[in-house]
Nanobody, 115 residues
């Protein structure tokens, strides 16, 4: 099994930045991709960004259209950690952000963007 722990959420004004981290532990060899998802109040969970893992560089990435050009996903393979750099945040980015890998989910971290 894989365990995931997120950190880095918080409250920020629109236009600001936050950086989320997700550290994986346990059966990390089973991980071939890691991703960030979010769920806003009253809405379904949606993919934000994903990144492939493994020793071949560069890692492949994919982003939701709503965050392209503002968010960047990256990974530190040695530390089994994935990051989500969120710039030019908008009020509509407010949500609980979850890390996912190998069928496991983190506990979520709240991101609130104020106007």
């Amino acid at each position: 099994q894989v365990q995931l722990v997120e950190s880095g959420g918080g409250l920020v004004q629109a236009g600001g930045s936050l950086r989320l981290s997700c550290a994986a532990s346990g059966n990390v060899d089973s991980i071939n991709a890691m991703g960030w998802y979010r769920q806003a109040l009253g809405k379904e969970r949606e993919m934000v960004a994903v990144i492939t893992t493994g020793g071949v560089l560069p890692h492949a990435t994919d982003y939701a259209n709503s965050v392209k050009g503002r968010f960047t996903i990256s990974r530190d393979n040695a530390k089994h950690t994935v990051f989500l750099q969120m710039d030019r945040l908008k009020v509509e980015d407010t949500a609980v952000y979850y890390c996912a890998a190998a069928g496991a989910w983190g506990q979520g971290t709240q991101v609130t963007v104020s106007s």
